[in-house]
C-alpha cells in the first residue's frame, strides 16, 4: 500500500497561491492515479482534481478549473497541486489520495490510500 504524506499548506490571503505536495512510499507509486479532494467545515468531502498513472490525463473540479494544476513526478514520486487565484471558498483540508489504477476517478471509495491532509486557508 502506498503511504502519503502532504505538505505546503497555510494561510494566504485571497487571490494569492499556494503548492501542495504529496510525498509517496512504495514501489507501485508509478502505477496510481493520483487525486485531491478536500474538506471544508461543516461540508462533505469534494474531489478537486486528478491525474493518471503517466501524468498526461487530468481532470478538475468545475470550481477550481483554470486557477489550479496538479502535476506528479514519478521520480520523486510525488504529486503537487498548485493553486493560484484562490479564493476564501477554497479554505478546507486538502488530502493526497492513490488509486490502485492507471486511470481516475472522482469517487473518494475508489481510491485507496489517503493522507493525513494539510490545512489551507484563505483570508478575505
Known amino acids: 500500500q502506498v503511504q502519503l504524506v502532504e505538505s505546503g499548506g497555510g494561510l494566504v490571503q485571497a487571490g494569492g497561491s499556494l503548492r501542495l505536495s504529496c510525498a509517496a512510499s512504495?514501489?507501485?507509486?508509478?502505477?496510481?492515479?493520483m487525486a485531491w479532494f478536500r474538506r471544508a467545515p461543516g461540508k462533505d468531502r469534494e474531489f478537486v482534481t486528478a491525474?493518471?498513472?503517466?501524468?498526461?490525463?487530468?481532470d478538475y473540479a468545475d470550481s477550481v478549473k483554470g486557477r489550479f494544476t496538479i502535476s506528479r513526478d514519478n521520480v520523486k514520486n510525488t504529486v503537487y497541486l498548485q493553486m493560484n487565484s484562490l479564493k476564501p471558498e477554497d479554505t478546507a483540508v486538502y488530502y493526497c489520495?492513490?488509486?490502485?489504477?492507471?486511470?481516475?476517478?472522482?469517487?473518494?471509495?475508489?481510491?485507496?490510500?489517503w493522507g493525513q491532509g494539510t490545512q489551507v486557508t484563505v483570508s478575505s
Open positions: 491525474v493518471n498513472w503517466s501524468g498526461d490525463d487530468t
Open positions: 489520495a492513490a488509486r490502485r489504477a492507471f486511470y481516475s476517478s472522482r469517487n473518494p471509495y475508489e481510491y485507496d490510500s
Open positions: 512504495g514501489r507501485t507509486f508509478s502505477s496510481c492515479a
